[in-house]
């Protein structure tokens, strides 16, 4: 795959970028649909995890997911919001790397909004009766034994809801790397303390 070289305009980059974010919330094959998710954890230790894009913004340079509000992320993050998220596309052969700081919504209106628009069998998730990250004593989602392998009544998810929470994550710089055996392209956009500047980097 070559990349021409009116692709490396910077401003066509941005759009391009932007737009393949936009695209992967609706559509799970495409690789941005995941990525992972860094913070650091009690111990000031990199703590690494997948998950799953849900909504982003362009113009407010946002990157959205859900969590589990009992997750050890979340206090994690309360207490260090500076956190990283990592795509990467081997069909684009573009990686990103992105600073943010993120936020947690919890039990307010936009929570109830996302709630409002997830789908059932993924309020699923957050019915389980043990916190994610418990030791157990088996193997077992411990979810309740009526809902194995279907999903749940629309009455009977509203019970996840106090287990749920947005992670909202403030875009501070996008580190742009496309590889390419004709020659890897590297380029960073800051977006820290209200900039919008970018520079090129050796890959």
């Excluded at 990349?3 to 941005?14: A, D, G, T």
């Amino acid at each position: 795959m070559n990349m021409k070289e009116e692709k490396l305009n910077p401003n066509f980059i941005v759009e391009e970028m932007w737009s393949h974010l936009e695209k992967s919330i609706k559509d799970r094959n495409h690789d941005f649909h995941s990525a992972v998710f860094t913070n650091l954890d009690k111990e000031g230790l990199p703590s690494s995890r997948t998950i799953i894009l849900r909504n982003i913004s362009k113009k407010n340079k946002k990157i959205v997911f859900h969590s589990d509000y009992r997750s050890p992320k979340i206090e994690e993050i309360k207490k260090n919001n500076k956190c990283l998220l990592l795509f990467y596309s081997p069909v684009l052969k573009i990686q990103l790397r992105i600073k943010v700081l993120s936020t947690i919504e919890y039990c307010n209106e936009i929570s109830h909004t996302a709630w409002t628009n997830t789908k059932l069998m993924s309020r699923k998730c957050y019915l389980t009766s043990v916190a994610p990250g418990k030791i157990i004593s088996n193997a077992s989602d411990n979810l309740p034994d009526n809902l194995k392998g279907k999903e749940p009544e629309k009455l009977q998810s509203e019970k996840g809801y106090k287990n749920f929470s947005v992670v909202t994550n403030q875009v501070q710089s996008i580190d742009w790397l496309f590889l390419s055996s004709n020659g890897n392209k590297r380029i960073l956009f800051d977006y820290s303390n209200n900039n919008n500047s970018f520079y090129w980097i050796n890959p």
